[in-house]
């Protein structure tokens, strides 16, 4: 339904009524830890109103004469709107509207019913604030209705001409508060207390709004219902401030922090009740002011960590100073606020009037492992169970290590447990000795007496404790271990909390049916776990499936690593010598027991078919795969995607930015290999251009040279023979521009040699010129009668030339 958004003014009150409606509700972070559960429940009170709605209303009789009656005005729909923390949602189930927090002012002013969480979000407080200034100037202006009687008798939300207003607070607004009695400081807080109530330092702006909020109730009670609901630390469902220990107890962190000694009491309050209030408080709202939304039990700190870490974790627990709470990461200020808080409070309204259905009657500790339960499946962390079985070297530890390292798993061998379980025992007696308290200063009396519990918490684990030192004295005795004793330690390790949270691999046992059925033994433990996980009936044909195992850690899958006897003997020779295992005769043993107890009618894959669990048969074929990467992809398509938990995000982060890290340092490497190739090759292509450029300057001269050798006699005969005529006779042409220049030229030619000479190879031009003018200059001497003397005198002779000499007679032979 497509609403524009309304902008406060001072418009007409029919403008107001079509812009206002009493059956919109606001809820603020819909997707928010408490937003999504009071959405859960009030989606219901708007399922139930619209079916009411649309009800069809029974006909009414009118006369013959009488005229037809207007058709009602339409009926506004019940709807909800709201804001969200994440900005790329765009629409919830249930929600009309998604408003932006920049705009959110103006759409809150029309909605008959508004709920405001500011527990959490500090920026929800600035619109809080501001609402609640726009507000008091609405409701002063529209003053209160005439018509409107002055009841007491108070309606749920939506259903009567007033609006309602919830605000959801938190009890650090009571935590700087004096007790009631100074000589008994455990006396609980109850509602009628709120005036005496003082802030945390950080929390005085939650003050003031609670304040504002308890003055528009009373100043403006006709108009509005306004109510301030003071919730204790919430806990359940995918969990807010616990979920640091909830995660951390799963992991199974060696030692969970408690802040301070832990004496501290906190009040709670379960999520799901809180949203119950608020959706009791919609359907039928109280005359109050103040509510405390907090459980009857009393909870302390160490109440809340140790039965978390027991149910799920290690067991073991460390006290550490408060103000070292901000080392850890994961703790912020809020969190640090809220598990620091020492406040006895009493519920009143919600247990005496309200009579509220608590969603468990059992302690904090009593419900822990129901709430363990709970958080891991709508987290998703479910543990994966995997077994490698396979010929000897094949690669089974490889492959298992690798699942255990991108999966988070533990890992099992019996060459190994043994190890584990001193390894284990060790870090317990080192920390029993040391104290869960031995970083805190010397407590004082007030703590003492409050450090009571835990004594007795050490005493009733005296005797675990004392076998436990036992069992590590004889395991460092150095004695010769049994086969019967390394299955009890594979068992146990299989068994312990890190296991069963976070799942194993098995790698290379059991190798015999024999082996499956002391491993998988029931034994005298129990499978209760299990039994709980598997809620549908089973079928007749599996009642007796798991009769004689201890279900609890039977695998999920089976990996069965297979490979010829010439791959397993090949890749033997190609493994570096030292070794004892691998040599020859050794190595032929192993593999032949191997291939004995994995025959078909007695291998131990026969003992999970006929549990239902079918193996994954993977093939080992290549000799260059020694990282194992493809029976790894084989077997994590298998498993899917690993459980998204912070270790193994932290492990996936550091494997992504390394992978990432060596892909940048790759592309750098080639990209400095690619240019250091591509100036070997420019340089080269230089030389060569070079070299050629000088081979064809050589070629082209000495080409150039024979040219003119061979073209020289030509060359000398046309500028001799032929230039001297053709030039002139060219330019002639040239000049005069003849109509047939062909013509012309050879005409002129005729007339420069008229006897034809010029084709002699001894003709010369100039020399024909020359004599000519001689002969002509001699016929005019002849014609003068003018004699000329010779240079030389006539005495001179000129010397005759030599004979050439006479052939000398040859000789016969």
């Known amino acids: 339904m497509n609403k524009s958004r309304v902008i406060l003014s001072s418009s007409s009150s029919s403008e107001q009524d079509i812009q206002f409606s009493y059956k919109r509700y606001f809820i603020n972070n819909l997707d928010s830890y408490h937003g999504e559960r009071i959405l859960e429940l009030m989606s219901k009170i708007i399922l139930q109103k619209s079916a009411e709605q649309t009800k069809v209303p029974s006909a009414v009789m009118l006369a013959e004469d009488a005229e037809p009656l207007p058709p009602p005005p339409p009926e506004l729909p019940y709807e909800i709107i709201g804001t969200v923390t994440d900005p790329k949602i765009k629409s919830l189930d249930n929600v009309a509207r998604i408003i932006p927090k920049d705009q959110v002012l103006s759409d809150m002013l029309t909605c008959g019913t508004v709920v405001l969480d ?63 009695d100074p000589e008994n400081p455990e006396m609980p807080f109850i509602e009628t207390d709120f005036r005496k109530r003082k802030p945390h330092l950080n929390y005085k702006m939650h003050y003031d709004a609670e304040n504002e909020v308890i003055g528009i109730a009373r100043k403006y009670r006709r108009q509005i219902g306004a109510i301030v609901v003071c ?9 807010d401030v616990l979920y640091y220990w909830f995660q951390k107890a799963w992991e199974c962190e060696p030692l969970m922090p408690i802040l301070g000694r832990g004496a501290n009491a906190i009040p709670l309050i379960n999520v799901q009740d809180l949203a119950q209030i608020i959706y009791n408080l919609l359907t039928d709202f109280p005359k109050k002011l103040f509510i405390l939304a907090v459980e009857q039990n009393v909870t302390k700190q160490r109440e809340i960590v140790k039965p978390l870490g027991r149910c799920a974790g290690t067991g073991m627990f460390k006290c550490i100073p408060p103000e070292d709470a901000f080392l850890i990461p994961e703790l912020d200020q809020r969190i640090f606020d809220l598990m620091t808080l020492n406040l006895n409070m009493e519920p009143g309204f919600i247990v005496e009037t309200m009579g509220l259905q608590w969603t468990t009657e059992l302690t904090f500790a009593e419900y822990a492992p129901y709430l363990m339960k709970e958080f891991k499946k709508l987290k998703g962390l479910k543990p994966f169970k995997i077994i490698v079985y396979g010929p000897p070297i094949v690669g089974k530890t490889t492959l298992a290590k690798q699942i255990c390292e991108n999966y988070g798993l533990i890992y099992i061998s019996p060459e190994t447990a043994a190890k584990d379980v001193m390894e284990d025992l060790a870090r317990r007696v080192a920390h029993w000795d040391e104290g869960e308290t031995s970083a ?35 395991m460092r005795a150095g004695l010769a271990i049994s086969e019967d004793e390394i299955m009890g330690y594979m068992r146990k390790r299989l068994l312990c909390r890190e296991a069963l949270n976070r799942g194993w691999v098995l790698d290379g046992f059991p190798n015999t049916i024999p082996q499956c059925t002391a491993l998988f033994d029931r034994g005298e433990e129990q499978d209760s776990e299990a039994e709980e996980d598997n809620e549908e009936d089973k079928f007749e044909e599996d009642a007796e499936l798991y009769s004689n195992v201890f279900k609890k850690i039977l695998p999920d899958i089976v990996v069965s690593l297979e490979a010829t006897d010439d791959f397993i003997c090949e890749k033997a020779m190609k493994l570096p010598e030292g070794n004892s295992r691998l040599d020859e005769e050794v190595m032929l043993d192993r593999l032949f027991e191997f291939r004995a107890n994995d025959a078909r009618d007695v291998t131990p894959l026969n003992f999970f078919d006929e549990l239902d669990i079918h193996p994954l048969i993977v093939p080992v074929k290549e000799h260059s795969d020694y990282a194992m990467k493809g029976p790894y992809a084989a077997v994590a398509l298998r498993m899917g995607r690993p459980c998204r938990y912070s270790k193994l995000l932290a492990m996936i982060e550091a494997a992504e930015k390394k992978a990432k890290e060596d892909k940048a340092l790759r592309r750098h490497e080639e990209a400095k290999s690619l240019k250091i190739l591509e100036e070997k090759m420019r340089k080269e292509r230089e030389d060569k251009m070079e070299y050629w450029s000088e081979l064809y300057a050589a070629m ?17 005969y046309l500028v001799h023979h032929i230039f001297p005529t053709l030039t002139p006779a060219l330019l002639e042409v040239a000049r005069l521009r003849p109509a047939d220049p062909i013509d012309f030229l050879a005409e002129h030619l005729f007339k420069q040699n008229p006897a034809g000479k010029m084709l002699e190879p001894g003709y010369n031009l100039q020399a024909e010129k020359i004599l000519g003018k001689i002969k002509i200059l001699d016929d005019a001497l002849q014609d003068l009668d ?28």
């Open 118 to 180: 500011i527990s959490y979000d500090r920026e929800e407080l600035r619109i809080a604030m501001d609402y609640f200034k726009l507000l008091k100037d609405l409701l002063e202006k529209q003053g209160p209705a005439a018509s409107e009687p002055d009841d007491d008798d108070e309606v749920g939300a939506g259903d009567s001409n007033k609006r309602y207003l919830i605000l959801l607070s938190t009890v650090m607004t009571w935590a700087a508060t004096k007790p009631l």
């Open 231 to 239: 919730a204790g630390m919430t806990y359940g469902g995918r969990e």
């Open 440 to 474: 805190l200063p010397q407590p004082s009396a007030e703590e003492e007496v409050a450090g009571v519990d835990d004594e007795d918490d050490a005493a009733e684990d005296e005797e675990a404790r004392e076998a436990a030192r036992q069992e590590l004295a004889v």
């Open 700 to 716: 082209r001269e000495e080409e150039e040279q024979a040219l003119a050798a061979a073209g020289e006699p030509m060359r000398n």
């Open 786 to 813: 003018i004699q000329i003397e010779p240079l030389a005198p006539p005495e001179a002779e000129l010397p005759s030339p030599p004979s050439p000499p006479k052939p000398k007679p040859m000789s016969a032979l």
